[in-house]
């Protein structure tokens, strides 16, 4: 049977079958991780395990200064003019050297306060200061990776997700087993530098070939448009980080650790099957949005990404709901109480991938007020709804809160995306 041109020419399928193997070999190695522990450390483990991991991407935003989708912007728009990606790489640079310094700085002198804050205990000061060390390793991973992603180097940058993920997955095992918690936590935050050093080894030629590493200066020409990108990335990554922490403390406060457990279990199911779209979306998305100029290109190019990907993603999600009973059984077998959390992540989860996709189009055209108005709006309405909600369904009521904010967050986007291109035809006529 032969496959029609339509299908064979469709780039963001390709990267989108690609990703799904990527992904799919993630997903085992991942379920079975998950199981592991939530067998050995329990929920409240999970809950630590959960505060971490959105100190880490709090931590990669700092650490770069937020300028990655700056990167993967640029990059994907000068890569065929080495004057403009020097002048990029230098004030990607500076950036760089001065978040490390500042970032690392904090994490030594706040170690106690930040283990007490985050973790509820002085026990993990040893883990922040181990984090301090790392941030070296987050911000330089952090850039190289968005220049492969501004390059659309995907099939390249699919094997090094794929092989780092397989030893961080072995690392984690291995001190899991013999340190229980505080192994796999020690784990956790020295991934970054294995991502790093996987990432040099597979793509340094290229990187060499784009960066002019003996020609770099301590200058910021491109700091304007960079600092763009550390706005909208301080509202985007750690706002929603620290309200993630935020929220599972109120959970064990106002319930218990073993809920806050049970809703970042959930959590973590989520983000297994949305990590497959944050490749398209730096890959595929922001680049052909930043060269996307009118209304009618931008529809027809929306319209494109979503008769891919929405009917993927939502028959993907209607198996998982079906089979949820099986899937706790197999990830998460001791946590009763889960079953009613997954309607509303779903549904929550579909409105913002076809959200997301919009929100895309913020980055792509620098429309920082937009962005910075609509993420505020999103991370208020979850914090609110929240706050509310716990007290009349428990836990479930975060992941009612979840839905309803990106219901409200997608016509939001929606109408200031398309309000954007009716101020571009008036300044054109």
Same mark, same amino acid.
Do not use: C
């Given at each position: 049977?032969?496959?029609?041109?339509?299908i064979?020419?469709?780039?963001?399928?390709?990267?989108?079958?690609?990703?799904?193997?990527?992904?799919?070999?993630?997903?085992?190695?991942?379920?079975?991780?998950?199981?592991?522990?939530?067998?050995?450390?329990?929920?409240?483990?999970?809950?630590?395990?959960?505060?971490?991991?959105?100190?880490?991407?709090?931590?990669?935003?700092?650490?770069?200064?937020?300028?990655?989708?700056?990167?993967?912007?640029?990059?994907?728009?000068?890569?065929?003019?080495?004057?403009?990606?020097?002048? $990029?790489?230098?004030?990607?640079?500076?950036?760089? *050297?001065?978040?490390t310094?500042?970032?690392?700085?904090?994490?030594?002198?706040?170690?106690?306060?930040?283990?007490?804050?985050?973790?509820?205990?002085?026990?993990?000061?040893?883990? +922040?200061?181990?984090?301090?060390?790392?941030?070296?390793?987050?911000?330089?991973?952090?850039?190289?990776?968005?220049?492969?992603?501004?390059?659309?180097?995907?099939?390249?940058?699919?094997?090094?997700? $794929?092989?780092?993920?397989?030893?961080?997955?072995?690392?984690?095992?291995?001190?899991?087993l013999?340190?229980?918690?505080?192994g796999?936590?020690?784990?956790?935050a020295?991934?970054?530098?294995?991502?790093?050093?996987?990432?040099?080894?597979?793509?340094?030629?290229? $990187?060499?070939?784009?960066?002019?590493?003996?020609?770099?200066?301590?200058?910021?020409?491109?700091?304007?448009?960079?600092?763009?990108?550390?706005?909208?990335?301080?509202?985007?990554?750690?706002?929603?980080?620290?309200?993630?922490?935020?929220?599972?403390?109120? +959970?064990?406060?106002?319930?218990?650790?073993?809920?806050?457990?049970?809703?970042?279990?959930?959590?973590?199911?989520?983000?297994?099957?949305?990590?497959?779209?944050?490749?398209? &979306?730096?890959?595929?998305?922001?680049?052909?949005?930043?060269?996307?100029?009118?209304?009618?290109? &931008?529809?027809?190019?929306?319209?494109?990404?979503?008769?891919?990907?929405?009917?993927?993603?939502?028959?993907?999600?209607?198996?998982?709901?079906?089979?949820?009973?099986?899937?706790?059984?197999?990830?998460?077998?001791?946590?009763?109480?889960?079953?009613?959390?997954?309607?509303?992540?779903?549904?929550?989860?579909?409105?913002?991938?076809?959200?997301?996709?919009?929100?895309?189009?913020?980055?792509?055209?620098?429309?920082?007020?937009?962005?910075?108005?609509?993420?505020?709006?999103?991370?208020?309405?979850?914090?609110g709804?929240?706050?509310?909600? *716990?007290?009349?369904?428990?836990?479930?009521?975060?992941?009612?809160?979840?839905?309803?904010?990106?219901?409200?967050y &997608? &016509?939001?986007?929606?109408?200031? *995306?398309?309000r954007?291109?009716?101020?571009?035809?008036?300044?054109?006529?």
């Open positions: 049977m032969k496959i029609p041109e339509s064979k020419g469709n780039i963001l399928l390709k990267m989108t079958s690609l990703n799904a193997g990527v992904i799919g070999v993630r997903l085992v190695i991942s379920l079975f991780i998950q199981r592991l522990l939530a067998e050995i450390v329990g929920e409240a483990g999970i809950a630590k395990i959960g505060s971490l991991r959105n100190l880490l991407e709090m931590l990669s935003s700092f650490a770069s200064v937020g300028i990655f989708s700056g990167v993967v912007k640029y990059v994907a728009e000068y890569q065929n003019n080495k004057e403009q990606l020097q002048k $990029l790489f230098s004030t990607t640079f500076v950036f760089t *050297v001065l978040g310094i500042v970032v690392s700085a904090v994490l030594f002198i706040g170690s106690d306060y930040l283990s007490t804050t985050i973790f509820e205990s002085s026990d993990y000061i040893y883990l +922040i200061k181990l984090l301090a060390v790392m941030v070296p390793f987050i911000s330089m991973y952090r850039i190289f990776n968005g220049i492969v992603n501004g390059l659309s180097r995907y099939k390249k940058l699919a094997g090094i997700d $794929l092989f780092s993920y397989i030893i961080s997955a072995i690392l984690t095992v291995v001190l899991l013999t340190n229980n918690i505080d796999a936590l020690i784990a956790i020295i991934t970054p530098a294995l991502q790093f050093f996987v990432l040099l080894f597979i793509f340094i030629k290229v $990187l060499r070939e784009y960066v002019q590493f003996s020609q770099l200066t301590f200058k910021m020409p491109m700091a304007k448009g960079l600092l763009a990108f550390s706005l909208m990335s301080f509202f985007s990554t750690v706002l929603l980080n620290y309200v993630e922490i935020d929220i599972r403390v109120m +959970i064990q406060n106002r319930i218990n650790i073993n809920d806050a457990g049970i809703w970042t279990a959930m959590t973590n199911i989520s983000k297994n099957y949305m990590v497959f779209s944050s490749a398209i &979306f730096t890959l595929y998305v922001l680049p052909k949005f930043a060269s996307i100029h009118n209304k009618n290109d &931008f529809k027809a190019e929306l319209f494109n990404i979503y008769k891919t990907l929405l009917p993927l993603f939502g028959v993907g999600m209607l198996l998982i709901y079906f089979l949820r009973d099986y899937v706790i059984m197999i990830i998460y077998p001791d946590f009763h109480g889960m079953e009613s959390l997954f309607k509303w992540q779903l549904l929550g989860d579909f409105i913002r991938l076809a959200a997301l996709v919009l929100g895309y189009q913020f980055l792509a055209k620098k429309m920082v007020r937009n962005f910075i108005f609509s993420e505020v709006l999103s991370l208020a309405l979850f914090y709804f929240a706050y509310y909600f *716990v007290d009349i369904y428990g836990v479930e009521g975060v992941v009612i809160a979840h839905f309803l904010r990106y219901f409200i &997608f &016509f939001v986007v929606l109408y200031l *995306v398309f954007y291109f009716k101020k571009q035809r008036k300044k054109e006529s």
